[in-house]
C-alpha cells in the first residue's frame, strides 16, 4: 500500500479545491491510500471530503504563520508513513519545500494551475526552489508549463501535463436551475461563473451587455460567484443603466449543476491556466464564448466546442491588472478581448440555433472523453508510482 498525502488550502471551491475533492472521493486505484493536509479549511468545503471517510489532518495554530504548524505537517507525515506529498500550487510548494527539508526522505510532486503568473519577489524565490527540488512537477496545461520553464528555467522533462478532469454530472433542469436563481424562463440568459476579482475581467462583460440589450429582447445578466470587485461592479452596472437587468447570485455550491440556467456561458478573464469551468459548460450543454489567451484553447477548440476571441486591447485603469503575460519572454502587458467583437459573437449565436446546437454537441462528445476523471486517476496514478520508484 502506498501512501500519499495532498496539501492543500480548503476554504472555498475554487478549480483545485472541486477537483481535488472529486478526486479523493472517487477512490482511485486501491494500491494506494490517500490523506489530505490542509493549511487552512472551512467546515463546508470539508463536509462532503469527511463523508467519505478520507484521512484529514490540519495543523493548530495560534497565528497564520505559526511555524509550528509545519512541524506538526511532518510530524503527521512520520507518523503515517507517508512517502509522497503531491502540493497544488505556490503556496503548498514552498510549505512542502519546507517539510522536505525537515524529513529528506519525503518525496514531493509540486503543482501547476495558475499561480506561476502571480508569484513576485519571496514567493517567486521559494516557489522556484520547491520546484527545483520536487521529483517531478504536475502542470495543468502546456501554457502552465511553457510559464514554469520561462519563469523559474526549470527542465521541462520533469513537467508532466495532465489536464484536470470533468467528472460526469447531471445538471439541473433549465426550469429548475431558473427557479433557484430566480431568473425567469422567457428570458435569453448570458452567464458566467467564477470570482469576482480583476483577473476574470467581468468589466469587458458587462460592458459587452450594455451593447447588447437592445439587440436581444428580454435578455439577462447572469453572475455566480463573489470577490473583492463585486461592489465596483455593481456601481458599474449602475452606471451603464442595466442593473435592473443584471443578476449577481453569488457563490453557489451547486454551481456546474446550475450552468443551464444559462443559454451562453461567456468568459473574460484576462487569463486562464486551463479553466475547468469552461468544460463544466460543455458538460451541461452550453455554447460558450472565452479569449484566445494562455491555457484556454486547450480547453475550448474554436469553432468546434467553442468561440475563442483573440484578446487585442490593453488591461487600463481602473481594471488594469498590473501583470504580465509570463509565456512570453517578452513581457507583453496582458490584453482584455473587445466588447464589441463579444457583443458580435454572443449576438451570433443568439441568432443561428443551429451552430449553438453543434458547438454544444461537440462539447459534450469531447469532455466527456478527452477530461474523464478515470482518464485523471490513471494519469496521477501512474505518476505517484513513478515517484515512489524513483531515486531522486
Not at 495560534?62 to 510530524?75: A, C, E, F, H, N
Amino acid at each position: 500500500m502506498y501512501k500519499i498525502a495532498h496539501l492543500s488550502t480548503m476554504t472555498r471551491l475554487g478549480g483545485i479545491e472541486v477537483m481535488l475533492k472529486d478526486f479523493l472521493l472517487a477512490k482511485p486505484e486501491p494500491n494506494f491510500e490517500h490523506h489530505l493536509i490542509t493549511t487552512s479549511s472551512s467546515i463546508d468545503v470539508l463536509k462532503e471530503i469527511k463523508s467519505g471517510h478520507i484521512p484529514h489532518f490540519e495543523p493548530r495554530r495560534m497565528y497564520r504563520k505559526d511555524p509550528t504548524g509545519l512541524l506538526q505537517i511532518v510530524k503527521y507525515l512520520k507518523a503515517h508513513q507517508i512517502e509522497v506529498m503531491h502540493c497544488y500550487n505556490s503556496n503548498a510548494n514552498i510549505v512542502g519545500y519546507l517539510c522536505r527539508l525537515l524529513h529528506p526522505r519525503l518525496k514531493i510532486i509540486t503543482g501547476e494551475h495558475g499561480s506561476v503568473w502571480n508569484n513576485q519577489g519571496t514567493k517567486k524565490w521559494f516557489d522556484r526552489k520547491a520546484n527545483r527540488a520536487a521529483e517531478y512537477i504536475v502542470a495543468n496545461s502546456k501554457a502552465s508549463k511553457k510559464a514554469l520553464v520561462t519563469q523559474y528555467n526549470l527542465n521541462p522533462e520533469k513537467i508532466h501535463v495532465i489536464y484536470n478532469p470533468i467528472p460526469w454530472f447531471e445538471p439541473l433542469s433549465k426550469t429548475l436551475a431558473r427557479k433557484e436563481l430566480k431568473i425567469e424562463e422567457r428570458e435569453f440568459v448570458i452567464g458566467s461563473v467564477g470570482r469576482i476579482v480583476n483577473q476574470k475581467g467581468f468589466h469587458v462583460l458587462l460592458h459587452t451587455f450594455k451593447n447588447i440589450v437592445s439587440q436581444i429582447p428580454e435578455c439577462r445578466l447572469l453572475i455566480i460567484g463573489s470577490g473583492e470587485m463585486e461592489q465596483l461592479l455593481r456601481q458599474l452596472s449602475i452606471e451603464l443603466q442595466i442593473e435592473d437587468k443584471v443578476t449577481f447570485a453569488g457563490e453557489k455550491a451547486n454551481a456546474r449543476r446550475l450552468l443551464s440556467a444559462f443559454d451562453v456561458f461567456v468568459n473574460t478573464s484576462l487569463r486562464e491556466s486551463f479553466g475547468n469551468v469552461l468544460l463544466e459548460a460543455n458538460m451541461a450543454c452550453v455554447p460558450l464564448i472565452a479569449p484566445l489567451t494562455c491555457g484556454i484553447p486547450e480547453a475550448v477548440v474554436d469553432g468546434e466546442t467553442g468561440l475563442l476571441i483573440k484578446p487585442e486591447k490593453l488591461a487600463v485603469a481602473p481594471f488594469n491588472t498590473g501583470e504580465v503575460d509570463v509565456t512570453s519572454t517578452e513581457k507583453l502587458p496582458l490584453r482584455l478581448i473587445s466588447h464589441i467583437q463579444l457583443s458580435q459573437k454572443i449576438v451570433e449565436l443568439y441568432n443561428n440555433k443551429g451552430l449553438r446546437s453543434t458547438l454544444t454537441q461537440n462539447g459534450y462528445k469531447r469532455v466527456t472523453t478527452e477530461f474523464t476523471l478515470s482518464n485523471y486517476c490513471r494519469s496521477i496514478s501512474s505518476l505517484y508510482l513513478k515517484t515512489v520508484n524513483s531515486n531522486a
